[in-house]
Each structure stands twice: as structure tokens, then as C-alpha cells.
């Protein structure tokens, strides 16, 4: 039961260009979303978040946006550039219980490259 | 040191061994989180620990897991009679806590690569 779905293992674009990785969900519960970056051999990075009253969240080149009744969640890179090459990882959340803290569940990743 | 710190890096062992995974998380991180990534996939939650009690163990496989975090602070993840299926890398994470005061992201180790031959 994959709750939190990417369905492009791969994503390949130019360098200033935009790149939009995507993210689809099934838990309504779901009420906090997060990208993470992944270089080779290291641990998921945070890069962005977006909470389920927002629509828009904007930090420098990276914006998240959030459609609920659609179950759907981007991540938007404008401009791209190389250094931006890694694994990104769309994470959702949900408040059910007090003992579930920030329990995190992960998609399986979309593999970005920015060509120079 | 600033972040979280998982040793070993890199652990080989044979099927049928024990081994132990030990997690250093950011200093003041009240929250603690094991999570399991296996080639291709994302990362799947094992075990969350608030302070020293273990609040969630739901994503623990089977009873060959483990893992406690006696003082609060480091964390050790063990595993029984290991098979070739646990072969993967395992992640430490920690947070601000407890829940009720704000979301705040996972902060997490660069892994331990375990492979059982």
C-alpha cells in the first residue's frame, strides 16, 4: 500500500531551466508535506515543507505547492543548476496520535539531473 | 559534532549474526527515528523514540528487531539472526519534540549500509 507515490523515477533538464518533480498521496490524514534531497551516500537532506492550510510555500528557488483536492504535490526548482543533480524525496505526514510524532512516509524518489 | 552521527558506516556480516547500529542524534533533539532504505525505494519508518520510551514500534518487521535508546540520547538498533533480506541501509533521524509543539523536519545521519552475505 503505497501511500505516498512519485511516479517518475527520473526527471532530466536543462541548467536554468525549471524542474518540477511531482507527488501524488492517498492518506487523507496526511497534514504536513516535505521534499528531502539525497546525494549519493549521504542521508535525506530537508530542503522544503508545506502545511495542509497552505497552498504555496516559497524558499529562494524552491517552491512547493500544494493541491489537496487532488491529492497532489510539486516541487518546483527555477532556475536549475547542476548542484541541484541528486535524489528528491516527496514525505507526508500525519497528526493522528500523540505517539506518532513526525513519522514520515517517503515516495520512492525521482532521480534529477540538470545538464549544464 | 553538528549532526547525526550513525556508526559504523559500512557493516558486513553473515547470515545468521548479530549486529548492532548505533545512532549519535543532534544534541537537544528530544525525538529519535529509525528508518529502513532498501536500493530503489524510499525510506520506511522502523521505530520512533520520544525521550527514552520507544512511542512507536509499528515498523519494526519482525521480533528479530530492536532497538532501545536508554538515556535519551544515542540509540542502538539490533538485529538477531540476520538474513539476507535486511540487507539495506539504515537511517537515523532526529528532531525537536515532543509532538504538540510544532512540526519540525527530520534531520537524519548518512546510514549504515548493512549487507548480510
Known amino acids: 500500500d503505497q501511500q505516498v507515490k512519485q511516479n517518475s523515477p527520473s526527471l532530466s533538464v536543462q541548467e536554468g531551466r525549471i524542474s518540477i518533480l511531482n507527488c501524488d498521496y492517498t492518506?487523507?490524514?496526511?497534514?504536513?508535506f516535505l521534499w528531502y534531497k539525497k546525494y549519493p551516500a549521504e542521508g535525506p537532506t530537508f530542503l522544503i515543507s508545506?502545511?495542509?492550510?497552505?497552498d504555496k510555500n516559497e524558499d529562494g528557488r524552491f517552491t512547493v505547492f500544494l493541491n489537496k483536492s487532488a491529492k497532489h504535490l510539486s516541487l518546483h526548482i527555477v532556475p536549475s543548476q547542476p548542484g541541484d543533480s541528486a535524489v528528491y524525496f516527496c514525505?507526508?505526514?500525519?497528526?493522528?496520535?500523540?505517539?506518532?510524532?513526525?513519522?514520515?512516509?517517503f515516495g520512492e524518489g525521482t532521480q534529477l539531473t540538470v545538464n549544464p | 559534532g553538528a549532526g547525526v552521527s550513525q556508526t559504523p558506516s559500512n557493516k558486513v556480516t553473515e547470515k545468521g549474526k548479530y549486529v548492532e547500529l548505533r545512532c549519535d542524534p543532534i544534541s537537544g533533539h528530544t525525538a529519535l527515528y529509525w528508518y529502513r532504505q532498501s536500493l530503489g525505494q524510499g525510506p520506511e519508518f522502523l521505530i520512533y523514540f520520544q525521550g527514552t520510551g520507544a512511542a512507536d514500534d509499528s515498523g519494526l518487521p519482525n521480533d528479530r528487531f530492536f532497538a532501545v535508546r536508554p538515556e535519551g540520547s544515542v540509540s542502538t538498533l539490533k538485529i538477531q539472526r540476520t538474513e539476507r533480506g535486511d540487507s539495506a541501509v539504515y537511517l537515523c533521524?532526529?528532531?525537536?519534540?515532543?509532538?504538540?509543539?510544532?512540526?519540525?523536519?527530520?534531520?537524519f545521519g548518512n546510514g549504515t549500509r548493512l549487507t548480510v552475505t
Open positions: 514525505a507526508a505526514s500525519a497528526r493522528v496520535a500523540e505517539t506518532s510524532g513526525s513519522r514520515l512516509t
Open positions: 508545506i502545511s495542509s492550510i497552505k
Open positions: 533521524a532526529s528532531s525537536l519534540g515532543p509532538p504538540g509543539q510544532g512540526r519540525s523536519p527530520l534531520h
Open positions: 492518506n487523507s490524514m496526511f497534514d504536513y
